[in-house]
């Protein structure tokens, strides 16, 4: 199966995020962002800053940093500038934080052998050829993980999103998580190579 990754973001709830401290100059001064900045908004009730290499998007619920280009150099990138924001917020009140990995696929024989539909049937009440997608949910070590896996309009081509979710208001913990980034990406891409072999 060919497989590459498309997108990629980390995203940390709290109780309250305050977006009104995330200015662009706020980001600069504390080296949560070392690029130059592109684009900007700040507003009360949400805040984006956009790089050459990165989006970052807080509102009162969710801060959400995402790679606008999967290069390995931004990939690595990516949880330390969230593990920056949250040292220099400690007292947020977080709940959670999600890595989240977006794949382009190409599944040679579909997935219908692992969902075993009744074909007969599905030929009969939808129109030929249909595509199958489904969401998986597993524990990976303490991650809730969910993989939605949908068709494109390409035949044998899905989307593959993962989400790792964990439940934690410590930063500490919080801080441990973001240095599993790459084996919870390794955990991915390991699940995709499987979904081809028989």
């Known amino acids: 199966m060919n497989y590459f990754l498309k997108g990629a973001n980390i995203v940390v709830l709290a109780n309250k995020h305050n ?8 980001a600069t ?3 949560i962002i070392t690029e130059e900045i592109k684009n900007f908004t700040h507003t ?3 805040s984006l800053i956009e790089t050459e290499n990165f989006i970052f998007v807080v509102d009162p619920d ?6 606008k280009k999967t290069f390995p150099q931004n990939l ?3 949880p330390n500038i969230v593990k920056r924001y949250i040292e220099q917020l400690p007292e947020t009140p977080y709940l959670a934080i999600g890595l989240n990995f977006i794949y382009h696929l190409n599944l040679e024989k579909g997935l219908e052998r692992f969902f075993s539909p009744n074909t007969d049937k599905f030929k009969k009440i939808f129109s030929e050829p249909y595509q199958i997608g489904g969401t998986i949910r597993f524990k990976f070590e303490n991650f809730l ?3 939605n896996i949908q068709p494109t309009k390409e035949n044998n081509k899905f989307i593959g999103d ?8 410590k930063l500490e913990e919080m801080k441990k998580i973001l ?3 790459f084996k919870v990406k390794d955990k991915a891409e390991s699940i995709l190579k499987e979904l081809n072999n028989d």
């Open 19 to 26: 977006p009104t401290i995330a200015s662009k100059e706020w």
């Open 29 to 31: 001064q504390k080296g």
């Open 44 to 46: 009360p009730v949400f």
């Open 62 to 67: 969710r801060l959400q940093i995402s790679v």
């Open 76 to 78: 690595s990138e990516l």
């Open 145 to 147: 993980v969910r993989l």
């Open 162 to 169: 993962f989400n790792f979710h964990y439940d934690t208001e």
């Open 179 to 181: 240095g599993m980034y």
